[in-house]
């Protein structure tokens, strides 16, 4: 087999294309896992496409190298990860209409309750579902009030819901600012003097956990049962910048690459695209590429706001991101021809531009960005073996 880094031949038509890559996801999996204290359990977080890196490549390696439980935002993910056979639990962390109860049972998915109501109203369907209850500390978003011991217990003794795992969400656990910190321990404290008084009333605690990404990253002593790892897995922080109390060797899984399919002179004063928003101010070089903010990159990256790396140099993207296509400079770029191809995010030769570094010039974090990619670019994983 041929090993693939910048320019893996089985795309020679392709517009554009995402690249995965295995290994890394492995290494990235195993370095959560060190970070994790022993008893606790990965739980892979692959909702929105797995943050844009196709949930189908990366829920079946994760299954095949071991990783046995999932989180998914809505019903018809978990079904479709139980389409594609992965096997293990499924936590769907959003709200699925009780109507589909009789779905969350045929498929085995495990549900998030997110208030008493809502308890109550899954119970009535009659089928027995296994479930989460999730605690709101602070967030303010889904989740039970963690004073409201009473109806938390009362859920416990509902004759169709099995509960497998309680937890909350942490809303400011990327933050190590000193007030972010406060907040962030009162959420965690709130939790568990929640499932202290729950241990009174003689209730057997189901698996717990807190932590998201950041949360293991910032928190990382709390001894819970899963860690919720999303942004992550894929070898990516939110922001570039972000500071954190442990830094993990945590490797970048998808790049994201383009060809020339056009070269052509603007001559000193001509526009190029719409709005005449990039004008020549000399005799420039340019190259068009097939991928526009339809495939999810992103429209406020025009006019040089964000560059492509192209045989390892940096070519800024002139004037407007079309739906389609983009128009870089390339007048000082070396060997370009049609067909070259460019690096809109990932490594190239020498030179890198990362996925928070894009989402960051674009006003926006890496988790936006990349879920946001791909619905027409062609997914293409490589291991250490090549690809297929
Ligand atoms: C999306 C999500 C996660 C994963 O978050 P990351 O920051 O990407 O790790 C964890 N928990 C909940 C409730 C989520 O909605």
Redesign the pocket.
């Known amino acids: 087999m041929r090993s693939s880094k910048t320019k893996p031949y089985i795309t020679e038509d392709e517009r554009a294309w995402i690249e995965i890559d295995l290994k890394n996801l492995k290494h990235n999996v195993k370095t959560l896992r060190n970070a994790m204290p022993s008893n606790c359990e990965l739980m892979a977080?692959v909702?929105a496409e797995a943050?844009g890196h196709g949930m189908y490549q990366i829920a079946a390696y994760m299954n095949q190298i071991g990783v046995k439980t999932f989180?998914v935002?809505t019903i018809d993910e978990g079904i479709q990860l139980r389409h594609y056979d992965i096997l293990g639990e499924i936590l769907i962390?959003?709200h699925t209409s009780p109507a589909r109860a009789m779905e969350l049972h045929k498929y085995e998915l495990t549900q998030t309750l997110i208030d008493y109501d809502y308890a109550r109203l899954l119970n009535k369907q009659n089928y027995n579902i296994k479930t989460h209850i999730?605690v709101d500390t602070g967030m303010h978003r889904l989740g039970f009030d963690k004073a409201d011991t009473e109806k938390i217990t009362r859920v416990f003794k509902m004759k169709h819901i099995e509960i497998c795992g309680i937890?909350t969400?942490l809303c400011v656990s990327d933050s190590l600012e000193e007030e972010d910190i406060r907040f962030t321990n009162m959420q965690i404290n709130g939790f568990y003097e929640l499932l202290e008084k729950l241990k009174e009333k003689h209730i057997e605690l189901p698996k717990t956990h807190i932590q998201?990404?950041?949360?293991l990253l910032n928190y990382p002593e709390l001894k819970c049962d899963y860690v919720?790892?999303?942004?992550?897995?894929y070898g990516v922080l939110?922001s570039p910048n972000d500071k954190t109390k442990l830094h993990l060797d945590l490797r970048p899984v998808l790049s994201l690459k383009s060809r020339v399919v056009l070269l052509r002179v603007i001559h000193k004063g001509e526009s190029v695209g719409y709005g005449r928003a990039f004008i020549a101010h000399r005799d420039s070089l340019i190259a068009i590429f097939p991928i526009g903010y339809a495939d999810g990159f992103p429209r406020n990256l025009s006019c040089q706001k964000s560059y492509v790396l192209i045989n390892g140099h940096h070519a800024p993207v002139v004037g407007k991101i079309c739906m389609d296509q983009l128009a870089v400079d390339v007048t000082n770029i070396p060997d370009i021809t049609i067909g070259t191809a460019a690096t809109l995010i990932g490594k190239d030769e020498n030179a890198e531009i990362t996925a928070p570094v894009v989402a960051d010039n674009s006003e926006s974090i890496t988790?936006e960005l990349l879920c946001r990619l791909g619905r027409r670019v062609k997914i293409i994983t490589t291991d250490l073996d090549g690809v297929y």
């Open positions: 977080v909702k943050y989180a935002a962390l959003g999730k937890y969400h998201s990404s950041y949360g919720r790892a999303g942004v992550l897995l939110s988790n």
